[in-house]
């Protein structure tokens, strides 16, 4: 079994399709651990919605290809289409993070995913559920990567967000 990480994102209906991710995840996975949600503003969107972001981590055995599928059936599911623009809003986003150690082109899915170390609204939640967990590239922990980032005009703050009737986040 390998500890899965993925990033979740979502500008449209945000509250209703994290709640949907969340639930699909937790029924073909079980256990999952969850990040604070994080109100963004878009980086490289011309549409100003702001995103609910957050990172969640559970393990799994199945290979990097059928977790990709998933993601994507999932994002699919739930009107994502396969052809829109890259920068335009979004029902649910869905992106593979990590997959244990594993590094480089796997199925078509690149390892670690680089917006890890690009993007405040990934490497903030992932530094605060996985603070000792360390880059599979870099070996740097993720709690000192984020305290290094330069976040700059990346924008990102705490909300509050129940799931399953617990609350997960509390804005601050």
């Not at 977790?67 to 986003?93: H, M, V």
């Not at 078509?108 to 590239?137: C, M, Q, T, W």
Request: with cysteine.
């Amino acid at each position: 079994m390998a500890l899965v990480v993925v990033s979740i994102g979502s500008n449209i209906e945000r509250e209703r399709h994290v709640q949907i991710c969340l639930d699909a995840l937790h029924a073909e996975f079980g256990k999952l651990l969850i990040s604070r949600v994080f109100e963004s503003e878009p980086v490289g969107f011309e549409d100003g919605r702001n995103f609910f972001n957050l990172v969640t981590a559970f393990e799994s055995d199945a290979g990097v290809g059928e977790l990709q599928a998933w993601c994507k059936r999932l994002e699919y599911a739930n009107g994502r289409r396969k052809i829109s623009p890259k920068f335009s809003p979004r029902t649910l986003d869905i992106d593979l993070l990590t997959v244990g150690a594993l590094c480089g082109d796997i199925d078509g899915v690149e390892l670690p995913r680089d917006e890890i170390v690009k993007h405040a609204f990934v490497l903030k939640p992932l530094a605060e559920l996985l603070p000792e967990h360390r880059h599979p590239i870099n070996g740097e922990r993720y709690a000192d990567l984020w305290a290094e980032f330069d976040a700059g005009d990346q924008r990102l703050w705490p909300v509050d967000f129940v799931w399953q009737g617990q609350r997960i986040s509390r804005a601050s």
